[in-house]
């Protein structure tokens, strides 16, 4: 099964190498690099997972996720924040309004990056 991705954080050097490593790892990835891009390519290619950064440009990643919702895709998302995982008041607003899969906190190694994906698609 390819699994396909949306990587959308606005740090366009950080998504350039991870997209090329998340590509070499087999998965079929698009990038975004601000959230009128990333709603649009949400709605174009429908991915399986989306990497999400909270702080985007044009259209926040709050924003994102409350337009996803209302979208009817089965996408599964990640948060990818610079902000400590830890940080209570985030992540519980998040949580209570969205349906997220999991949160990775920057930076984050393409090997845990690789396994919360395959986590998040087979639903652990």
Do not use: C, W
């Not at 350039?16 to 990333?38: E, I, N, P, R, W």
């Not at 992540?91 to 845990?112: T, W, Y």
């Amino acid at each position: 099964m390819n699994i396909s991705i949306l990587v959308a954080d606005d740090e366009k050097d950080l998504i350039d190498s991870f997209g090329m490593l998340l590509q070499d790892l087999g998965y079929d990835v698009s990038m975004a690099t601000d959230g009128d891009t990333t709603l649009k390519l949400l709605r174009e290619k429908n991915p399986d997972v989306l990497i999400l950064d909270i702080n985007m440009p044009k259209v926040s990643g709050e924003e994102v996720l409350r337009q996803l919702s209302g979208m009817g895709l089965k996408t599964k998302v990640i948060i990818s924040t610079g902000h400590t995982v830890d940080d209570k008041n985030l992540k519980d607003r998040i949580l209570k309004a969205f349906s997220v899969s999991a949160f990775l906190e920057k930076p984050s190694s393409i090997e845990e990056i690789d396994y919360v994906i395959k986590e998040v698609v087979k639903g652990g």
